[in-house]
C-alpha cells in the first residue's frame, strides 16, 4: 500500500493550498481517509476525514470553514482544500487510511489509522 501526498508548499498567510494524496495498492472505497498534520514540537494531530462514500465529512474546529476534504474514488485520490491559510498551520500534512464498515463513524484518532503517507510540508509565512 502506498499513499503518495503532494501540493504543499509555502504561502503567505491568507494564501491558500490544495494538497493531495493519492493511493494505490488498496481497494480505496473501503477505506475512510484521513488529513492529519504535526508541527514542530508537537503531537499529530487530526485535520479532517472522510468516509468511504464522500458522503460524510468532519474536521477539526480550528480549520472548519477554512478547509474541505473531499475524495475522488475513480482516481483513488482524497483531497484537503485550505483557504485563509494562518501561520499556526503551518506542520507536515500526512494523510491516512483506515479500513473501516460502511457505516463506521470517521475516526479522529491516529493510531487507529492502518496506512500513512510520508507527509508533504506547509509552510504559512505572517
Known amino acids: 500500500v502506498q499513499l503518495q501526498a503532494s501540493g504543499g508548499g509555502l504561502v503567505q498567510a491568507g494564501g491558500s493550498l490544495r494538497l493531495s494524496c493519492a493511493a494505490s495498492?488498496?481497494?480505496?472505497?473501503?477505506?475512510?481517509m484521513g488529513w492529519f498534520r504535526q508541527a514542530p514540537g508537537k503531537m499529530r494531530e487530526f485535520v479532517g476525514a472522510?468516509?468511504?462514500?464522500?458522503?460524510?465529512?468532519d474536521h477539526t474546529d480550528s480549520v472548519k470553514g477554512r478547509f474541505t476534504i473531499s475524495r475522488d474514488n475513480a482516481k483513488n485520490t482524497v483531497y484537503l482544500e485550505m483557504n485563509s491559510l494562518k501561520p499556526e498551520d503551518t506542520a507536515v500534512y500526512y494523510c491516512?487510511?483506515?479500513?473501516?464498515?460502511?457505516?463506521?463513524?470517521?475516526?479522529?484518532?491516529?493510531?487507529?489509522?492502518?496506512?500513512w503517507g510520508q507527509g508533504t510540508l506547509v509552510t504559512v509565512s505572517s
Open positions: 495498492g488498496l481497494t480505496f472505497s473501503f477505506y475512510t
Open positions: 491516512a487510511a483506515k479500513r473501516t464498515i460502511l457505516t463506521a463513524p470517521i475516526a479522529h484518532v491516529p493510531s487507529v489509522y492502518d496506512y
Open positions: 472522510i468516509n468511504r462514500s464522500g458522503t460524510s465529512t
